[in-house]
Antibody
Framework: QVQLQESGPGLVKPSQTLSLTCSVS??????????WSWIRQPPGKGLEWIGY???????YYNSSLSSRATLSIDTSKNQFSLTLNSVTAADTAVYYC??????????????WGQGILVTVSA | DIQMTQSPSSLSASVGDRVTITCRAS??????LNWYQQKPGKAPKILIY???TLQSGVPSRFSGSGSGTDFTLDISSLQPEDFATYYC?????????FGQGTRVEIK
């Protein structure tokens, strides 16, 4: 059974950098048909895709966040990470990591981590 | 980027009712359309991928249809555990987009 688990600080100060890590178990992060993704959900609002990364290093970002977001992957630890710089209160959200099946195949996000609430506040 | 628009934004229904949720894409996504269910405080779960293929374990009362720009999610007989928020998501492009969600509430 594939499981994903987000970790990182739950509170970040405005203008600083948000850093989260997703640990994957039950599947190798080098599985070629999958990408590894971050999605966020502000309180009471809908889902916003942030970006995804392939173990080969290919990355794709939401154009609205591409100037501030960076995804990286550590195959030795079976983890991938998100950094989002220059955060504001608008970045307060539950951040989910998820496995993304190649859009050339099915293109669905499954499974998801449980999510981590990150609050941006002084 | 493709925009995904769901309707209605919310609906009230009773147990046993048939429910239909619509998702419209701003340009054709072929059949690259997925549906998710999210319950309060939980991560979304995949229900249907590639327009009409049910994820393993999803009850057969759920069904999907459509192509191009117009898609529907049907729940044939609403059950108590189906009260949740539903999202569509396109996977036609390298920038997957979600609809804004449809909240299904108890009448």
């Amino acid at each position: 059974q594939v499981q994903l688990q987000e970790s990182g600080p739950g509170l970040v100060k405005p203008s600083q950098t948000l850093s989260l890590t997703c640990s994957v178990s039950g599947d190798s992060i080098t599985n070629t048909i999958y990408y590894w993704s971050w999605i966020r959900q502000p309180p009471g609002k809908g889902l916003e895709w942030i970006g995804y990364i392939h173990y080969t290093g290919s990355t794709y970002y939401n154009s609205s966040l591409s100037s501030r977001a960076t995804l990286s992957i550590d195959t030795s630890k079976n983890q991938f990470s998100l950094t989002l710089n220059s955060v504001t209160a608008a970045d307060t959200a539950v951040y989910y990591c998820a496995r993304y099946c190649s859009p050339h195949l099915r293109g669905e996000f499954d499974p998801w981590g449980q999510g981590i609430l990150v609050t941006v506040s002084a | 980027d493709i925009q995904m628009t769901q309707s209605p934004s919310s609906l009230s229904a009773s147990v046993g009712d048939r429910v239909t949720i619509t998702c419209r894409a701003s340009q054709s996504v072929g059949r690259h359309l997925n549906w998710y269910q999210q319950k309060p405080g939980k991560a979304p779960k995949i229900l249907i991928y590639a327009t009409f293929t049910l994820q393993s374990g999803v009850p057969s009362r759920f069904s999907g249809s459509g192509s191009g720009t117009d898609f529907t999610l049907d729940i044939s007989s609403l059950q108590p555990e189906d009260f949740a928020t539903y999202y569509c998501q396109e996977s036609h492009t390298t920038s997957p987009a979600f609809g804004q969600g449809t909240r299904v509430e108890i009448k």
